[in-house]
């Protein structure tokens, strides 16, 4: 899996999310502060990711080997105060509550754990377009 990380700012980071050819739902970070957690987006590079059980936001994978970090999950949310270092799944851009964000959060993270539904892990490649 890819995500390509299409728009950084001092506010966000906008991400899509690809399955072989195909992207299927967008991402939404923390600015790039220094890999600093629970307030930045991690690196651009080659992670492993494997599934978890998340008291708090249930079956989810969990980006391993971050540098620094740890409990790097995928999960739904609209809103930058929803990620404390996460990626955030969901299916647009679109600002929320007038902030930055994405929508349908529900429908994009059940797309994301479908796709994956036959599997414990995964690669995932993060690429930032310049």
């Not at 690809?18 to 939404?28: K, M, S």
């Not at 708090?56 to 790097?72: L, M, P």
């Amino acid at each position: 899996m890819k995500l390509v990380r299409v728009a950084l700012n001092q506010i966000a980071t906008y991400g899509v999310l690809i399955q072989g050819d195909t992207p299927f739902a967008v991402t939404l970070e923390r600015p790039w502060l220094d890999n600093r957690p629970n307030v930045s987006c991690i690196p651009a590079g080659h992670y492993e990711c494997h599934r978890v059980q998340s008291p708090k936001f249930g079956d989810t994978f969990e980006i391993a080997n971050v540098h620094g970090r740890s409990s790097i999950l995928f999960h739904k949310g609209n809103i930058m105060d929803d990620s404390h270092g996460c990626v955030l799944i969901g299916e647009s851009f679109n600002p929320v509550l007038g902030k930055s964000g994405i929508t349908r959060s529900g429908d994009g993270f059940a797309e994301f754990l479908s796709l994956l539904r036959m599997t414990d892990r995964f690669p995932l490649e993060i690429v930032e377009v310049s």
